[in-house]
Every structure is written in structure tokens, then in C-alpha cells.
């Protein structure tokens, strides 16, 4: 089992940063992908960035203002998003896969106000 705990939301202004961190415990032994998903009131959830051993992808909503990384060491994943703007508003989710086996945090909220 891998147990995913996301910290760092907020209510921030528009134009603001905020930096989301992703702990994960348990049995993280190779953690194939992880990423941050978002999902909005009344929209489906939606993948923001992942990052693999050796690439990252974003979502083309965020390209250029958010940044995904990993330590390893520390077993975080960690997601700098800047320039933030009111249609980033939602809560955001961890995910990480193992193998075969896909495991998920609470999410924390991030909400920008305008």
C-alpha cells in the first residue's frame, strides 16, 4: 500500500504562487508515475502534470506558469504553480502509480481569487 498526503493549498489573489507537496509513505518502492490532477466543481477531474524518471507533461493550460518535481530521497512530489489565475480553482489531487496499482491522495484546495 502507498499512502499519498498532499499540503500546500490555499486561497491566494491572481497572479500569486503557491507551492503544492505530495508525501508519499508506505511501499514506494519504484513509483512509475506520479502526478497532480484538479478537478472543479460540476468538471470532471483533469491531469495537470506528470512526471516520470525522465519526463515531465503538462497539461497546455499550464505550460510555462507551473513546474512538477520529485525528490526522491524524500519520496515528494511537488508542484510550483505561478501566475496563478481564477480558472485554477479547484481541489487538486496526488496520484501515483505502482506497477499495476494506481493510489490516490485526499487533494487539497487551491482556490484564486481574482
Known amino acids: 500500500q502507498v499512502q499519498l498526503v498532499e499540503s500546500g493549498g490555499g486561497l491566494v489573489q491572481a497572479g500569486g504562487s503557491l507551492r503544492l507537496s505530495c508525501a508519499a509513505s508506505?511501499?514506494?518502492?519504484?513509483?512509475?508515475?506520479m502526478a497532480w490532477h484538479r478537478q472543479a466543481p460540476g468538471q470532471q477531474r483533469e491531469l495537470v502534470a506528470r512526471i516520470t524518471s525522465g519526463n515531465t507533461n503538462y497539461v497546455d493550460s499550464v505550460k510555462g506558469r507551473f513546474t512538477i518535481s520529485r525528490d526522491n530521497a524524500k519520496n515528494t512530489v511537488y508542484l510550483q504553480m505561478n501566475s496563478l489565475k481564477p480558472e485554477d480553482t479547484a481541489r487538486y489531487y496526488c496520484?501515483?502509480?505502482?506497477?499495476?496499482?494506481?493510489?490516490w491522495g485526499q487533494g487539497t484546495q487551491v482556490t484564486v481569487s481574482s
Open positions: 508506505g511501499s514506494i518502492f519504484r513509483l512509475h508515475v
Open positions: 496520484y501515483a502509480l505502482q506497477g499495476w496499482s494506481e493510489y
